[in-house]
């Protein structure tokens, strides 16, 4: 079992930054890759960026690249998400996950973990 707490949402004007952070608890953080969603009124759950367990592959969906970067700290079993260049776009609860069934990075990685989220909100 693996728990996710994601914290470090807030509100931002555009152009801000904020960064996100996940504490995980349960397994040895290392050994599995993470990821980052997001949520926003009325729409799915997009991907937005994961991480392999060494953290040295990244990837990130192309409406984030440049701004967004994620890393992990493996010592602190905690992820994080810096995020720069915020848009109002990129207003949205955002969630980190856990996978236990691979290392590897992309946009098909099956999660079996989830945080409760974080509101990010973007102003105008």
């Known amino acids: 079992q693996v728990q996710l707490v994601e914290s470090g949402g807030g509100l931002v004007q555009a152009g801000g930054s904020l960064r996100l952070s996940c504490a995980a608890s349960?397994?040895?953080?290392?050994?599995?890759?993470m990821g980052w969603f997001r949520q926003a009124p009325g729409k799915e759950r997009d991907f937005v960026a994961n991480?392999?367990?060494?953290?040295?592959?990244?990837y990130y969906v192309d409406s984030v690249k440049g701004r967004f970067t994620i890393s992990r700290d493996n010592a602190k079993n905690t992820l994080y998400l810096q995020m720069n260049s915020l848009k109002p776009e990129d207003t949205a609860v955002y969630y980190c996950?856990?996978?236990?069934?691979?290392?590897?990075?992309?946009?098909?990685?099956?999660?079996?973990?989830w945080g409760q989220g974080t509101q990010v909100t973007v102003s105008s």
């Open positions: 996950a856990a996978s236990m069934r691979t290392q590897g990075v992309g946009p098909g990685v099956p999660y079996d973990y």
């Open positions: 349960g397994r040895t953080f290392r050994n599995y890759a």
């Open positions: 991480i392999s367990g060494g953290g040295g592959n990244t």
